[in-house]
């Protein structure tokens, strides 16, 4: 039996996925040509996280594309996603907030975004706790901001073979977007729990993901 092929890959994991769970296939380092042929068989929403990398790509392919920033950002790169930026997954301080805010005003656009909550045991430099997670949520700064929108939380659970670490991690964060949903915090635009990777994105779903990351099991591993 030969290998699967990508739009195979793409097929099996959309089948296994529930009707309100999202994907975002995840396709940094991959080529134009590897993109359109996930894109060809119907996927629309891709995830970079080099913000060079993502903006070549979106001048180079279809318009109809949903472009998601998935990891970290420095505050210096967000002007060039202002014009065509869909969701970014990683936001982690309220300077990077203010940096999107501006830049979606200079386009007259309102960009969505993530809170990056850092749920790994591991040591990492990126995401926020839980009590700077609600604050940033309660703050005048981001009452009063225009044009960005944070419409929920990503986290990305500790790379281990102890799912039931992985389990506690998910949890954590879904407790958590469950507290801001039915709290004053939230309106109704609050409704993304984005968690889940190749590794781990059924038990994310188990513990109530609605948006997945997945590269390797669409593409193939990367070198
Ligand atoms: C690379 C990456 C993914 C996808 O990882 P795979 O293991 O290839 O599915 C998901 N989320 C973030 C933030 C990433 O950087």
Redesign the pocket.
């Known amino acids: 039996m030969g290998a699967m092929s990508n739009t195979e890959n793409l097929i099996r994991i959309q089948n296994q996925l529930p009707q309100n769970v999202t994907l975002v296939a ?1 396709s ?1 380092t991959r080529s134009v040509a590897e993109i359109m042929e996930i894109y060809n068989a119907g996927q629309r929403i891709f ?1 970079e ?1 080099k913000v060079q990398e993502m903006t070549e790509k979106w001048r180079q392919l279809p318009k109809d594309i949903q472009w998601h920033h ?2 970290h950002v420095q505050r210096n790169k967000i002007k060039y996603m202002g014009p065509y930026v869909t969701l970014l ?2 936001i982690d301080s309220l300077a990077i907030l203010e940096e999107v805010d501006r830049q979606a005003a200079k386009h007259h656009r309102r960009i969505n975004c993530l809170l990056q909550v850092r749920i790994a045991q591991e040591e990492t430099k990126f995401g926020m706790t839980k009590e700077e997670t609600l604050a940033l949520l309660a703050s005048d700064s981001y009452k009063n901001m225009q044009h960005a929108s944070i419409v929920g939380l990503m986290g ?1 659970a500790s790379f281990t073979e102890d799912t039931l670490q992985i389990k506690r991690e998910f949890l954590f964060l879904k407790a958590l977007y469950d507290q801001i949903t039915s709290s004053s915090l939230a309106d109704n635009q609050f409704r993304i729990l984005s968690m889940g ?3 781990d994105y059924q038990i994310a779903i188990a513990c109530g993901s609605t948006m997945v ?5 669409i ?1 193939g591993a ?1 070198t």
Not at 213 to 217: D, E, K, N, P, Y
């Open positions: 995840v940094k995830g996280n998935i990891g997954h990683g990305m990777m190749s590794g990351r997945i590269g390797s099991s593409f990367r």
